[in-house]
Each structure stands twice: as structure tokens, then as C-alpha cells.
């Protein structure tokens, strides 16, 4: 048996139906590559890549502008076999930083490459580059502006006025069927956001964790709570020392970061048994998911 769980974001989204549409196809398709045989690792990444190709999700295309009008991207990926990691964060022309996050934990002896020397390593490895004009599209230029005019950082796709936002970040945990767990996570990160802001989603153990003797988790809200909890890893070891489950697992976590930073993130995690668990903060999360067999309903 297998399991796969995957995310769009966290918030007040007033497009669920549509994003909802768009999870549902990838997850179809990362099932079938499970059932197909393929690994915790390579359905991850796959999942992501779709995630990011598509403009309307907070990473890689369409991803929200910094303080400069530019698209700065953060991302990570954990294998669960000997906990095995690699991330970036603040890159440019990336096409998929996930890609490029799996590069790092394959191909180099570093977890973790950030800016300009991130971006080097990529060209190295022939990864895919991208003009500025690819990531940045009219509705996150327009997003953008309103919140330089307001003179705030806004936390991600909210439309001009709402009081609560979409807190948008993608990601994806898996275990296939020879026991392996994984996790992906990749970001634009949040609307205006000063240069070298750097959010959760690329740092493990806080946006992302996996580890084959416990659970894969991937998180999505404000970087700044995730970090301060170290949320993924804080579920990860409740799993380890508490024998809780993913969904138990998931709701305390949420819990410890209410009650401590009054935070606002989501999770997904799938745990040793293939066991499924959701929770978040916010009014509302985007995820589908199929454990053991089973569509979770959304
Ligand atoms: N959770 C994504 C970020 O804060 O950058």
C-alpha cells in the first residue's frame, strides 16, 4: 500500500472549487506512479513540478513579487531514508527549485545552497532557467503593487481588502510501497517581501521533514510561525516519542503553535503506516490526498 498527500495553500480562498480541480488531477496522476511502483522521492518532486508550473499556486510560475517586483524562490525536499535532505532558497530564474532542491541533496556534499550560488549550481547541472518573464504574471504584479501603494507585506494571494489571506506555498508527502517516506515543499513566499526574507518552506524540520521511522510532513502558512515552532520536526517527534498517529500528530502540532505564537500554517503528513493527517489553523486548506487506498474527502 501507499500513500499521497498534496497541498495548494492555506487561508480564506475564495477559488477552492478551481484549486481544488487542479490538486485533484496531479494527485491522480502521482497515485498512479505509486501504484506504478515508482518512489516516495521521485512522486514528491513529480508533484511539485506540477505545482509550480501552474501559475495560479504561490511557487515557481506565478509566484508572488518581492520588494522589487521580483520572484525569489524558496523550496526543499527529504527523503526519509537516512534522513537525507537538500534545499535553496532566494533563487532566480529556476524553473522548478524543487528540481533543483533534489540536485543539492543528490549531487552535492551541502544540504542547503542559497542565491547566486544556488543558481550556479543549477547551470552546472543543466537544470532549467527561466527569463524574469515567466515567473511574474499581471495578477501578482497588480497584488504587488496594492500592497507597496498600502505600504505593507502581505502574506500572499489575498484579494485587495480581505481580512484573512491565502497563504500560499505548495507541497507533498508520499510513501510508497517498499515502506520509503518523503516530503516536498516550494514557495514564492509572501507579497512584498524585503529582499533576502526567507520563509519555513525551505528550512528542515520547520516547512519540511521526512523520515522513514517516523512520518513525511509538509507545512504551508506564515514562514515566520513555522520557523519559530519548528513545526515539522515538533510533529515528526510526537510521532517518534508519543506513538501518536499522522492525524494525531498533525492536530497537536497545530495546536502547540496556536497556543504558543497564536500561528496560522497548515500541515499534511503521512505517517510509517501510510496513515493520513490535516490540520490548520486558518479557515481553510487546500489538499487532496489518497491513503491506503482511500480518497480523503476535501
Ligand atoms: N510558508 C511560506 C513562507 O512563509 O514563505
Known amino acids: 500500500m501507499s500513500s499521497l498527500i498534496i497541498h495548494g495553500g492555506v487561508g480564506t480562498i475564495s477559488n477552492k472549487k478551481e484549486l481544488l480541480e487542479?490538486?485533484?488531477?496531479?494527485?491522480?496522476?502521482?497515485?498512479?506512479?505509486?501504484?506504478?511502483?515508482?518512489?516516495?522521492?521521485?512522486?514528491?518532486?513529480?508533484?511539485?513540478?506540477?505545482?509550480?508550473?501552474d501559475e495560479f499556486f504561490n511557487a515557481g510560475k506565478g509566484s508572488v513579487l518581492n520588494e522589487g517586483g521580483s520572484v525569489e524562490l524558496d523550496a526543499a525536499i527529504m527523503s526519509g531514508?537516512?534522513?537525507?535532505?537538500?534545499?535553496?532558497?532566494?533563487?532566480?530564474?529556476?524553473?522548478?527549485?524543487?528540481?533543483?532542491?533534489r540536485t543539492i541533496m543528490e549531487k552535492s556534499e551541502h544540504v542547503f545552497l542559497v542565491g547566486a550560488g544556488a543558481e550556479d549550481f543549477a547551470g552546472s547541472h543543466?537544470?532549467?532557467?527561466?527569463?524574469?518573464?515567466?515567473?511574474?504574471?499581471?495578477?501578482?504584479?497588480?497584488?504587488w503593487e496594492a500592497a507597496k501603494s498600502a505600504g505593507v507585506t502581505t502574506l500572499d494571494h489575498a484579494e485587495k481588502g480581505d481580512s484573512e489571506k491565502k497563504y500560499g506555498t505548495v507541497g507533498a508527502v508520499a510513501?510508497?510501497?517498499?515502506?520509503?517516506?518523503?516530503?516536498?515543499?516550494?514557495?514564492?513566499?509572501?507579497?512584498?517581501?524585503?529582499?533576502?526574507?526567507?520563509?519555513?518552506?525551505?528550512i528542515i524540520g520547520a516547512g519540511v521533514y521526512a523520515d522513514n521511522n517516523t512520518c513525511a510532513v509538509s507545512a504551508t502558512g506564515i514562514g515566520e510561525h513555522i520557523l519559530r515552532t519548528v513545526l515539522a520536526k515538533d510533529i515528526a517527534d510526537r510521532v517518534r516519542f508519543e506513538g501518536m498517529t499522522a492525524q494525531e500528530a498533525a492536530q497537536k502540532g497545530i495546536d502547540y503553535l496556536v497556543e504558543q505564537v497564536d500561528g496560522k500554517a497548515g500541515v499534511i503528513v503521512i505517517d510509517k503506516n501510510g496513515k493520513c493527517g490535516v490540520s490548520f489553523s486558518t479557515p481553510d486548506m487546500v489538499y487532496g490526498g489518497v491513503c491506503n487506498g482511500i480518497t480523503m474527502e476535501t
Not at 537516512?82 to 532542491?101: D, E, Q, W, Y
Request: hydrophobic share 40%; net charge positive; charged share 25%.
Open 22 to 53: 487542479k490538486i485533484h488531477v496531479i494527485l491522480k496522476e502521482g497515485s498512479e506512479m505509486l501504484s506504478s511502483g515508482a518512489s516516495a522521492v521521485d512522486v514528491v518532486e513529480y508533484c511539485v513540478i506540477r505545482l509550480e508550473d
Open 81 to 101: 531514508d537516512f534522513l537525507m535532505a537538500g534545499a535553496t532558497a532566494g533563487v532566480r530564474g529556476i524553473k522548478n527549485p524543487i528540481s533543483l532542491a
Open 175 to 202: 510513501l510508497d510501497d517498499k515502506g520509503k517516506l518523503a516530503a516536498a515543499t516550494s514557495t514564492g513566499g509572501i507579497v512584498n517581501k524585503k529582499f533576502g526574507r526567507v520563509g519555513d518552506s525551505p
Open 126 to 143: 543543466g537544470l532549467k532557467k527561466m527569463p524574469d518573464s515567466y515567473f511574474v504574471t499581471s495578477k501578482r504584479v497588480e497584488q
